[in-house]
């Protein structure tokens, strides 16, 4: 959830706007330089106020980032709400659809969930791991049922490489010379390919 720092001044629209800029200079800073290079001073100086001033809008770095994360898990999330109401092939779309459009307009945001969550204390870590499972389970089951059933252990293999395929482009993508919308594309076209594979059901292989 993200959350005021505790005993900080109460929230303005001021207040609220600083924080923004907080949140995006250090998604910025963390992502180019690392989470353990990247200082409090240096986010100050980067939202344009003092270091010590972030502590009026966070708790400290940690903060920041497990913040990023809440707002990244909320995201995705919202995908799964859409899909409400839909048969498993649509449904399935849909989750392409909306993971693939994150993936691509934040990638800053996925990178950092791979390469800096281990440094986050460790009940955060299991609890940024519950969300993860719900989301892998939320596609496995979509995936079984546009596969006909599918084995449950298949569907969560597939659906973690299907998420490895898009989620590559946050952390290769960007240096490449390929462009946000036409790697959504290309990503969108591959994940349904992966995702639809023809399968056998018993057997759990390609046929």
């Known amino acids: 959830m993200d959350r005021q720092a ?13 924080r ?18 990247t200082g409090i001073d240096a986010i100050g100086q980067a939202a344009g106020i003092t270091g010590p001033g972030v502590y009026r809008h966070f708790s400290g770095k ?43 307009s ?9 390469r800096e969550l281990p440094h986050l204390p460790i009940e955060y870590q299991e609890r940024a791991g519950q969300n993860r499972a719900r989301y892998e389970r939320a596609w496995a089951a ?3 049922g ?15 490489s299907v998420f490895w395929l898009i989620n590559a482009y946050a952390l290769e993508g960007p240096r490449l010379d390929v462009g946000p ?14 995702a639809l594979a023809p399968l056998d059901p018993d057997a759990g292989t390609i046929v």
């Open 6 to 18: 505790e005993g900080s001044l109460p929230v303005t629209a001021k207040g609220r706007a600083r």
């Open 20 to 37: 923004e800029q907080i949140i995006a200079v250090a998604t910025t800073l963390f992502h180019q330089q690392g989470y353990h290079a």
């Open 62 to 104: 940690d903060e920041i980032l497990t913040t990023i994360f809440d707002r990244m898990w909320m995201r995705l999330r919202a995908g799964i709400e859409v899909t409400d109401g839909l048969g498993d092939s649509d449904a399935l779309v849909a989750l392409i659809d909306h993971h693939v459009a994150y993936a691509v």
């Open 106 to 114: 934040c990638p800053a945001e996925m990178a950092l969930l791979y």
């Open 142 to 144: 979509r995936i079984a």
């Open 146 to 160: 546009a596969n006909h059933g599918l084995a449950d252990p298949v569907a969560e293999m597939m659906a973690r």
């Open 181 to 194: 919308d036409e790697a959504g594309s290309i990503l969108r076209s591959m994940a349904l390919a992966a």
